[in-house]
T-cell receptor
Framework: QQQVKQSPQSLIVQKGGISIINCAYENTAFDYFPWYQQFPGKGPALLIAIRPDVSEKKEGRFTISFNKSAKQFSLHIMDSQPGDSATYFCAASGTGSFGNEKLTFGTGTRLTIIP | EPEVTQTPSHQVTQMGQEVILRCVPISNHLYFYWYRQILGQKVEFLVSFYNNEISEKSEIFDDQFSVERPDGSNFTLKIRSTKLEDSAMYFC?????????????FGPGTRLTVL
């Protein structure tokens, strides 16, 4: 029930195209859904995040769409650029009893943008 | 911009040896985490720490693991007797408030190789 499922595992998109990565969760206690971007040899870095009280959040070329009833959320990268080539992780955390709320990560999507 | 730092960047050790991985969280952060990422797999939570106590630990974090904040700036992860399966990238993270919606900032990681 703590899992976050992510697809696809890898994605190749042409420059200028739209990249779409999907995630699904089961635990209804999750109340925060960040996306992290990771370049080779680096740690994950927060890209954009959403709370379940909104259905969409947009920051520049990056948009999260959130479907609470389906327990699904997705990352859309508009006008994808070669510099967007990285591994993307969806994650979730929830208000529990421990105070420090751990992140539960998806399995990652390796995105490659080709010219 | 403040960042989480980790040392060493790469640690090679023999099976059965003790290793200490070091992290310097962002200075005004109060909540600290360790995660690990086995090559090609997702990032997994190990432990969270606040006020000099473990808040939560995963099933991975067994008796061979310990964490400590030995002074006002460092946060360490010790593996007492390393196993081959401990080979992974270990990420330290920190956050200000520790709530589910608080951003966790990740360090660049320490690659641990157990031979």
């Amino acid at each position: 029930q703590q899992q976050v499922k992510q697809s696809p595992q890898s994605l190749i998109v042409q420059k200028g195209g739209i990249s779409i990565i999907n995630c699904a969760y089961e635990n209804t206690a999750f109340d925060y859904f960040p996306w992290y971007q990771q370049f080779p040899g680096k740690g994950p870095a927060l890209l954009i995040a959403i709370r379940p009280d909104v259905s969409e959040k947009k920051e520049g070329r990056f948009t999260i769409s959130f479907n609470k009833s389906a327990k699904q959320f997705s990352l859309h990268i508009m006008d994808s650029q070669p510099g967007d080539s990285a591994t993307y992780f969806c994650a979730a955390s929830g208000t529990g009893s421990f105070g420090n709320e751990k992140l539960t990560f998806g399995t990652g999507t390796r995105l490659t943008i080709i010219p | 911009e403040p960042e989480v730092t980790q040392t060493p960047s790469h640690q090679v050790t023999q099976m059965g040896q003790e290793v200490i991985l070091r992290c310097v969280p962002i200075s005004n952060h109060l909540y600290f985490y360790w995660y690990r990422q086995i090559l090609g797999q997702k990032v997994e939570f190990l432990v969270s720490f606040y006020n000099n106590e473990i808040s939560e630990k995963s099933e991975i974090f067994d008796d061979q693991f310990s964490v400590e904040r030995p002074d006002g700036s460092n946060f360490t992860l010790k593996i007492r007797s390393t196993k081959l399966e401990d080979s992974a990238m270990y990420f330290c993270a920190s956050s200000v408030e520790g709530t589910s919606t608080d951003t966790q900032y990740f360090g660049p990681g320490t690659r641990l190789t157990v031979l």
